[in-house]
């Protein structure tokens, strides 16, 4: 059972786009991480969140955690085709050391 | 290149059987992390190692066992093999034994049951 909810679970735009993609949970984490998944290779971590309310950007992104530390986005802007991948949100608890992980965006930008 | 590496890249083997998954995590890095991903199942968390130590458990059937060497290593050992183990098996290190830690995947071991 996946604790993690990701919306969309599949995504196909335009290069040039914006776009945003849901991380959602019942449960409250006390950090959060998106990971970025290519073909073949393991995931790269993106970004830790810890702070509820916290947003941190990364170049065209910016990812935003919950008030309530129980959801998180990733917004992409001006998207390219090399931000192709599965994109991976991974929640940890207070209450256990396991990190549980979305099933995850996957996202195609097209040229 | 994450600097975990893991042995074999494929893995073809029947149903019934015993295979062993290797891996070595980053240099300076104490905990191991094994995870498996299937496609309808996603990235499942299976098990933790922290310096020689079992740290977490997660989604780890009893048929499967891992350790970590002194030397840090770690192997998944999976046994009575199943034609739903088939899947991609992956390592993660990562310095501390807390979550909060960032964590390095390897390349992943993909293992086909038949």
């Known amino acids: 059972t996946q604790l993690l909810e990701q919306s969309p679970q599949f995504l196909s735009i335009q290069e040039g786009e914006n776009l945003t993609v849901y991380c959602n949970s019942s449960s409250v984490f006390s950090s959060l991480q998106w990971y970025r998944q290519e073909p073949g290779e393991g995931p790269v971590l993106l970004v830790t969140v810890v702070t509820g309310g916290e947003v941190k950007k990364l170049k065209r992104l910016t990812f935003q955690f919950g008030d309530a530390r129980k959801d998180s986005s990733l917004h992409i802007t001006a998207a390219q085709p090399g931000d192709t991948g599965l994109y991976l949100c991974a929640g940890a608890s207070d209450n256990n050391n396991d990190m549980r992980f979305g099933a995850g965006t996957r996202l195609t930008v097209k040229p | 290149d994450s600097g975990v590496t893991q042995t074999p890249k494929h893995l073809i083997t029947a149903t019934g059987q015993r295979v062993t998954l290797r891996c070595s995590p980053r240099?300076?890095?104490?905990?191991v992390y094994w995870y498996q991903q299937s496609l309808d199942q996603g990235l499942q968390f299976l098990i933790q190692?922290?310096?020689?130590?079992?740290?977490a458990k997660g989604n780890i059937l009893e048929r499967f066992s891992a350790q970590q060497f002194p030397d840090l290593h770690s192997e998944l050992n999976l046994s009575s093999l199943e034609l739903g183990d088939s899947a991609l098996y992956f390592c993660?290190?990562?310095?501390?034994?807390?979550?909060?830690?960032?964590?390095?995947f390897g390349p992943g071991t993909r293992l086909t049951v038949l």
């Open positions: 240099s300076g890095d104490l905990s």
């Open positions: 190692y922290y310096n020689g130590e079992e740290r």
């Open positions: 993660a290190s990562s310095l501390g034994s807390s979550s909060y830690n960032e964590q390095f």
